[in-house]
């Protein structure tokens, strides 16, 4: 329950930065994906079937303030954390530069499995190149903020009471 | 037994991966949604946009106060008090005068209109970088229902696609989801404007043999019955008549600053321009 809580928590905060805070910024061009990296953060910490329902949630929470389409972003978090979680069992991904590395790969995964549904389920006409003018730029900003997202979510959960 | 528990993580997340897809195919023939859950996690998440909208309001008003006080260290306190004081009272005028001067605007423009229509505050943007979504504070105990249309004096801002009871989502023209049937205000040729990836928008299926040309208005319609007819969307900003086909394309840079937008009008039922109810007298 307090795990819920802690995502539940976090996924508000980083809902309100994305769609309020970082928009008003004027040094920031691309807003980073602040979801993408708690779906990062499940995959790393939570290789449980919660976490992988957490990635889906957190997916259906983006979908409520993105786009009209839903469940784009519940099946790209969810790859996103599929690829995580399974990477993660083999390597070390905590902190620093492996952390950074791997939001970067994951920001475009979950690009590559959106534009790949649109394209495949949906019939939509393909969005490639926003992937390449926007996904380089948007996985870059995720990764830079990536160990303060940690950093804060590990500090939440430790009020908490959570190991 | 132990395969599903060995493999659980997986088997969820495939779940999760089909039932995701199986939304996104369902949702995918009409922009319109009305699933529960988002409509929850919307109404949650209102007063809390509400709230970050006001505080960074505030913040980016007093800014320059803050900036003059730090440079006044060398004056006397209380002097620097008076200062501050006065600077805060000005920033504070000055904000209330843009918004004086915006909220004029919007009324000047509810004058030219005929029906019911209703002032929202714009209170979130878009999640991310592919759509082109705003939040705003009204809702279903204002009256605001899917399918209402969303002006600003400029022109078309967008069309509410998701309403809870005290917020709505709005999908902007320039959103790759959005069509408008339009004119070209100069010749009345006939096309439609849709959203593109990078945030402008497109005229299309405009016959090769109409006059469009760089520079003209597009206005709305009216035929989709959403939007009042003979409202601003854009100027054509380029004309692409490559290829062989029937019809010819144009590039459209929409009159509103949708990054700009604070304040906006939204749709109660049907509303025609007064000039348009004048003649028809």
């Known amino acids: ?163 | 037994m132990s395969f599903l528990r060995r493999n659980r993580v997986f088997l969820t997340s495939a779940f999760g991966l089909a039932l995701a897809a199986i939304l996104v195919v369902q949702t995918g023939h009409t922009p319109a949604r009305s699933d529960r859950l988002g409509r929850f996690f919307l109404e949650v998440m209102a007063p809390l946009q509400r709230s970050v909208a006001a505080v960074e309001r505030m913040v980016s008003g007093s800014w320059h106060g803050v900036a003059d006080l730090l440079s006044a260290r060398g004056e006397n306190v209380a002097l620097r008090a008076r200062v501050r004081l006065l600077e805060q009272e000005l920033d504070r005028l000055a904000e209330v005068g843009l918004e004086n001067g915006r909220l004029r605007a919007l009324l000047d423009f509810r004058e030219t209109l005929q029906g019911d229509l209703l002032t929202a505050r714009v209170v979130g943007r878009d999640a991310s970088d592919v759509s082109r979504t705003l939040t705003i504070d009204r809702g279903e105990s204002d009256g605001v229902t899917r399918g209402a249309a969303v002006l600003a004096p400029q022109g078309v801002v967008g069309q509410v696609f998701l309403v809870s009871r005290h917020a709505a989502r709005v999908l902007l023209v320039s959103d790759h989801n959005s069509g408008i049937d339009a004119f070209v205000q100069r010749t009345r040729a006939r096309g439609i404007v849709q959203g593109t990836v990078d945030a402008g928008c497109a005229l299309k299926y405009v016959k090769r043999t109409e006059d469009v040309q760089v520079g003209d208005t597009l206005v709305t319609s009216g035929l989709d019955g959403i939007f009042p007819k003979g409202m601003p969307i854009g100027r054509v900003t380029a004309i692409d008549k490559r290829g062989q086909g029937l019809f010819q394309s144009a590039d459209v840079a929409p009159r509103v600053d949708f990054d700009q937008l604070e304040e906006v009008l939204v749709t109660r039922g049907t509303v025609v321009p007064i000039e348009r109810e004048a003649e028809a007298k």
Do not use: K
């Open chain 1, 1 to 163: 329950m307090r795990s819920f809580v802690a995502l539940a928590v976090a996924a508000i905060g980083a809902m309100l930065l994305q769609t309020t805070v970082f928009h008003a910024l004027p040094l920031v061009p691309i807003v980073p994906d602040v979801m993408l990296v708690l779906a990062v953060y499940l995959g790393i910490r939570h290789q449980t079937a919660s976490g992988a329902v957490g990635a889906f949630v957190l997916g259906y929470f983006v979908d409520t303030f993105s786009g009209t389409l839903l469940g784009l972003n519940a099946f790209a978090l969810t790859a996103v954390y599929l690829g995580v979680q399974g990477v993660a069992r083999h390597l070390w991904l905590e902190r620093g530069l492996p952390l950074m590395v791997v939001v970067f790969c994951a920001a475009l995964g979950r690009e590559v499995a959106a534009v790949a549904l649109l394209a495949t389920v949906a019939g939509r006409a393909p969005v490639w190149h926003h992937v390449l003018r926007y996904g380089l730029a948007g996985a870059f900003a995720a990764s830079l903020v990536a160990p303060a997202v940690f950093a804060v979510v590990t500090w939440e959960r430790r009020q908490l009471g959570l190991p």
